[in-house]
C-alpha cells in the first residue's frame, strides 16, 4: 500500500524554522517526483518545492527560494522540507506529494494530472 504521512508542522513565530518530514512506505524514492504543496484557508494548492528522481535537483517556488530546502533520505525513505525565516504568509496546510508520471523531472504544477499519491498533510501556523 502506497503511503506518504506528513509530520513536523506546527506554530511557529514569524523569522523561526520548522523541518517537515514526508516519510513514505509501500514505495522507494527511486522512482517518482516528490513534490511539497500548501494550501492556504481560502486559496488554491501551490507547488512549494519538489525534486526530481534523476539528478537529485531540487526547484522552489519564488516566494519561498532561499527560505526553503528540500532534501530526501533514500535509506530512510523520507524527504524533508527545512523552513527557515518563515513569514505569516507561509501560513497552510503542506502536502507531500508523489507523481507517477514518465517524465523525469519534476514539477511544481498540478495540472495534467500530476502527483498522484498525496498525504494527509500538516498545518504550519506562523503568528507572533
Known amino acids: 500500500q502506497l503511503q506518504l504521512v506528513e509530520s513536523g508542522g506546527g506554530l511557529v513565530q514569524p523569522g523561526g524554522s520548522l523541518r517537515l518530514s514526508c516519510a513514505v512506505s509501500?514505495?522507494?524514492?527511486?522512482?517518482?517526483?516528490i513534490g511539497w504543496f500548501r494550501q492556504a484557508p481560502g486559496k488554491e494548492r501551490e507547488g512549494v518545492s519538489c525534486?526530481?528522481?534523476?539528478?537529485?535537483?531540487?526547484f522552489y517556488a519564488d516566494s519561498v527560494k532561499d527560505r526553503f530546502t528540500l532534501s530526501r533520505d533514500n535509506v530512510k525513505n523520507t524527504v524533508y522540507l527545512r523552513m527557515d525565516n518563515l513569514k505569516p504568509e507561509d501560513t497552510a496546510v503542506y502536502y507531500c506529494?508523489?507523481?507517477?508520471?514518465?517524465?523525469?523531472?519534476?514539477?511544481?504544477?498540478?495540472?495534467?494530472?500530476?502527483?498522484?499519491?498525496w498525504g494527509q498533510g500538516t498545518r504550519v501556523t506562523v503568528s507572533s
Open positions: 506529494a508523489a507523481d507517477w508520471g514518465p517524465s523525469p523531472h519534476c514539477t511544481l504544477l498540478l495540472n495534467n494530472g500530476h502527483y498522484q499519491s
Open positions: 525534486i526530481s528522481r534523476v539528478g537529485n535537483a531540487a
Open positions: 509501500g514505495f522507494t524514492l527511486d522512482y517518482p517526483n
